[in-house]
């Protein structure tokens, strides 16, 4: 049996998969309240990993990790030569372009101000919609830019709504639903594909014995 190194995102999601993990009888050794930044199983042939979440697709991506577990909202801002695997339940969240009341977000004529983390999706969006846009990268408090005329609007992440209500703005349109990931990188999912499937029936499936469904595993 190959050794598997998965690498998981710290924060919300890092607590998240530990509880999906820690559900099939995996990550027992894993202690999110450490500093430790690498949990070794010896017994399973596991190790996990600790990063940043924008951290999560590189370190799949050059073989450092095998698999991972990131948002889909990483995905699809950085983008990378890995495989997606299976959604997982948790991490639901959605995209949504918001702003000020009555805010027209569908100017054909003019060039549409959008303040957000997440450029490069943002770009998508508008694009596929016509509107000409300028796009302001923010690295946090994106719902201050309408609030000070920095931006027209914003496109985030929202969860409750309840930063943007009590700022005064509110959902102009829902854009799209995102949510927690796994992911492979593609050389470890040809070599260790038996171990790799073991992990996605076992969070798939939610059963509990590694390595009786690792020696199902064709």
Known sequence: MNELTIALAKGRLAEDAYNVFKGVNLANNVDLKSRKLIFEDKDQRLRFIIVKPSDVI???????ADIGVVGKDTILEQGGNIYELLDLPFGECRFAVAGYKGKKI????????????????????????????????????????????????????????????ANGLE????????????????????????EINAIQTLLRDGRENFDTVYSQSK
């Not at 799209?176 to 796994?182: G, H, P």
């Open 106 to 165: 569908n100017r054909k004529d003019e060039v549409l101000k959008v303040a957000t983390k997440y450029p490069k999706i943002t770009v998508d969006y508008f694009a596929e919609k016509g509107q000409r846009i300028q796009t302001i990268k923010l690295n946090g408090s994106v719902e201050l830019a309408p609030l000070v005329g920095l931006s027209d609007v914003i496109v985030d992440i929202v969860e409750t709504g309840n930063t943007l209500k």
């Open 58 to 64: 590189t370190y799949v991506e050059q073989g450092v």
């Open 171 to 194: 959902v102009l349109e829902e854009m799209f639903e995102v949510r927690a990931k796994l992911i492979a990188n593609r050389v470890s999912y040809r070599f260790k594909a038996k």
